[in-house]
């Protein structure tokens, strides 16, 4: 604050500006970082649900979950923000952990309900290179009596090349549990869909930088033509992220992928609000309320 404030006096006003705006962000930074345990013990962190929608069927039988942070202070902040700094600080396991546990038990609620949804939850590299991470999932699905069946989780090309040995032998032991794998975010990092084969994972979600304008991109469409098409022969699910209009989802129909997620359909919504989302979309889909609602 004392060096802003010095070259406030002496220099033009941008740098002032800029230096303190630095400092605030840094001041942002290590608030949320230390903040970061504790919240989550308080009540400041929730998950919310979007929906995947299958395009064969146009049923929706899974979603991803995405957590939340509510400070008391700072408002809404997203985790593009906080989970970079947990990452780095040594505080990822926390939230991973925090957000299993809320998912899991979510989830089995819902079984319970008839909903055998299969949700999605995101992990770090960090959380694959524990080595006892299928051990406690795997523990939490039994406690909560839900079935493998019902979880998925996402994983970044990135995550896997930090330490691709490692992180393949736990994905296969994740696999081995009968848990949805999926690589997430596919086409922003380095790796090609030769080297994806030969990881154990089901699915590939093209990630949204080209999905946003696929109405219109003519480029972006062809990409994902080929990528699914490729994907599908090396025998993966393909789900586009990010779709938030009609007209790209008629081009997502074309270029043949399986399943959409985005906007358009429904933003990530609270447990509850997910519920009474899906009972309405459901009500439009009679034949997936026959199929799936159990009981
Ligand atoms: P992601 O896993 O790729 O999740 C998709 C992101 O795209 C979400 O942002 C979602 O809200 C957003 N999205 C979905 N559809 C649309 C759309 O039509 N338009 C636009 N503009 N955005 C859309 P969110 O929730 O802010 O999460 C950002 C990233 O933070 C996630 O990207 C994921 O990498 C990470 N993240 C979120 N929750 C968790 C978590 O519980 N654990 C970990 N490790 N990472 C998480
Ligand atoms: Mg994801
Ligand atoms: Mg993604
Ligand atoms: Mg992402």
Known sequence: VDI????????????AIYLQGQDESHQRELMLIRDLPEALHNGQFYAVYQPKIDLASQQCSS???LIRWQHPKLGLIAPDEFIRLAEHSGNISLISDWM????IAQTAKWWQQGLRLQIAVNLSVHDLLNPALADNINAQLQQYKLSAAALALEVTESAIMQDAATVIAQLQRIRGLGITLAIDDFGTGQSSLAYLK????????IDRAFIKDIDHNSNDALIVAATTQLAHSLGFVVTA??????????????CGCDKVQGYYFSRPLQADAFATWLQHYTSNHPHWLNAQTVK
């Open 198 to 205: 030969q990881l154990p994972v089901h699915e590939l979600k």
């Open 4 to 15: 802003a404030l010095d070259n406030a006096r002496q220099t033009p006003q941008r740098t």
């Open 100 to 103: 299993l546990q809320q998912v």
């Open 241 to 254: 992220e990010g779709l938030e209009n009609q007209a790209g989802l008629a081009k997502l129909q074309q």
């Open 63 to 65: 979603a991803e979950a």
